[in-house]
């Protein structure tokens, strides 16, 4: 009998550990690939990935807590013991590392590596800032391994199988040889693990980078060669004596500088929110020589809420997407929080722009297809008190009626 149906991303390499430990446990599941299941966001309207579905309809979400609905449902005593601990010295020992691996290390990797092979924006100083943070945690695991052959029990548990999920995702792309050599407990251990009954068939092809990846480098677009007579023709042509140097060309204005200037002062504006008191000053001013001809106040929400990890990583998101905004700050203002906590978080905010369209304020960034935008109307009271929330922080998101805590954020101005 199937114990259910798993969404995961198969690339993800927790979501691979946990295809690899039912495979070699004989545990029926049916793994499926998230973004080729519709139905997945009505059975998860949070994203989390992976998710089960049980043979009795019972539906989880995260990494290891379905590791251990499975394994003490689906396996026989013997089995749990081992891998979820015989003891109380045991079972906290893998909470322990199960928390340090799951969290913050994969959360440091995330940092480092997304940026290395391009799936986030490009940052030097996040990159050695993470790398000598994960240095830490590598020392932590070495001393760690020095004395014992496994994190948490005289055999692999899962603790060893989550922590080696980060650590083959690290070797995979920025611990190369170097780092191997320096760090042997923690070598020794990762292929012990990988080694074992769990996951050797699965990972018999891995195989870890020699050295770091170089960080992706700025292409530079090639000038298109002129033709071989327009050449010529500019060789035979003399300068008149008297010809002036031909004029300039205009710099290009930003579409919203057509608009002319408004009886609605953005920068006042913007100095009373940054010097007052939000809620109980700065918000009723703005109500009451908020001109809606003028401006126009756009809800925004990222549309990959679940692809988002940490609630830091989040805020970095937001603060790369108004840097790219930079040449229309003369014409918005606005806030987007990072609401929800690590791992189960999303992005939201309220932004106004000149003109009644949001597209000429916010095309001059790569990624601003990344968000959906929906134009609110504050003569109703709901629009009003979001554009209020969302430039206040201080209350809670309510998502599909759930109140999520706002964690982080930042303001365009």
Same mark, same amino acid.
């Given at each position: ?50 998710? &089960?579905?049980? #043979? =009795? +309809?019972?539906?989880?979400? /995260?990494?290891?807590?379905? *590791?251990?609905? %499975? !394994? ?25 590392? &199960?928390?340090? #691996? =799951? +969290?913050?290390?994969?959360? /440091?990797?995330?940092?480092? *590596?997304?940026? %290395? !092979? ?35 029990? /005289? ?259």
């Amino acid at each position: 009998m199937s114990a259910g149906k798993i969404y995961s991303f198969p690339e993800s390499p927790r979501c691979q550990i946990l295809a690899a430990l039912c495979k070699s446990l004989k545990i029926d599941c049916e793994f499926v690939d998230i973004r080729n299941a519709p139905e997945a966001a009505e059975l998860f309207p949070l994203g989390k990935v992976p998710a &089960l579905v049980g #043979s =009795n +309809g019972y539906k989880l979400n /995260e990494t290891v807590p379905i *590791i251990q609905y %499975l !394994i003490s449902t689906e396996t026989d005593e013997a089995t749990q013991k081992e891998l979820l601990g015989k003891n109380l010295k045991e079972t906290t020992e893998i909470s322990r590392w &199960l928390w340090v #691996s =799951n +969290g913050d290390l994969a959360g /440091e990797l995330c940092n480092v *590596i997304f940026p %290395l !092979i391009g799936k986030v924006p490009y940052n030097k100083k996040q990159i050695e800032t993470g790398l000598e943070k994960i240095e830490k945690y590598a020392q932590s695991f070495e001393s760690r391994l020095k004395e014992f052959t496994f994190l948490a029990a /005289e055999s692999v548990t899962i603790a060893d199988l989550i922590a080696f999920a980060s650590w083959s995702f690290a070797f995979l792309f920025i611990c190369g040889n170097d780092f191997r050599s320096k760090h042997p407990y923690l070598t020794r251990w990762f292929y012990t693990v990988k080694d074992s009954k769990y996951l050797k068939e699965a990972f018999a092809e891995y195989k870890p980078t020699e050295k770091m990846v170089e960080p992706p480098k700025k292409t530079k677009a090639e000038k298109p060669k002129k033709a071989e007579g327009a050449k010529q023709a500019k060789a035979e042509k003399k300068p008149e004596q008297n010809e002036a140097p031909p004029a300039e060309p205009k710099k290009p204005k930003h579409p919203l500088e057509l608009l002319g200037k408004s009886t609605f002062v953005l920068d006042e504006w913007k100095r009373k929110y940054s010097n007052d008191d939000t809620r109980p000053v700065a918000l009723p001013w703005f109500w009451e020589h908020y001109n809606p001809e003028e401006y126009s106040i756009w809800r925004v929400d990222y549309k990959y809420n679940d692809e988002l990890t940490l609630t830091f990583m989040s805020n970095n998101l937001i603060g790369g997407f108004f840097n790219r905004l930079s040449a229309s700050v003369k014409y918005v203002f606005g806030a987007m929080v990072v609401f929800g906590e690590n791992n189960n978080n999303g992005i939201v905010g309220a932004i106004m722009v000149r003109g009644q369209d949001h597209v000429p304020a916010f095309d001059v960034a790569p990624d601003w297809e990344s968000y959906s935008f929906t134009k609110l109307d504050p003569s109703k009271d709901e629009d009003k008190e979001f554009v209020n929330n969302m430039w206040a922080w201080d209350k809670p998101v309510v998502v599909n009626g759930e109140s999520k805590e706002i964690a982080d954020g930042k303001v365009l101005k």
